[in-house]
């Protein structure tokens, strides 16, 4: 299984319009991703009230994880979203 620890750049952790961010490009990215503290049980990447229910806050670390085929590229992607905070989606996701 494939994976990467980042920590969320977003100040206000991960919460409303970032979580919805997160959420578009999880979806869009085309194959199942994980989202979890830490210290945490893993719950669907794709799901907004699963990522709402982590409460992750800035600074905070999370773990990405896929076992899907493509899920490095994906990975990739999604954590550099979460650890730059972006406001809006790149192109690139």
Known sequence: ???????????????????????????????PVTIAKSDGTPVNAASMLA?????????????????ADGSDVALDRLAKLVAEGLEELPETV
């Open 1 to 31: 299984m494939a994976e990467r620890r980042v920590n969320v750049g977003w100040a206000e952790g991960l919460h409303a319009r970032p979580a919805s961010i997160f959420v578009r490009a999880a979806t869009s990215s085309g194959v």
């Open 51 to 67: 990522v709402l229910g982590l409460g992750a806050q800035g600074g905070e670390e999370i773990v990405l994880a896929s076992d």
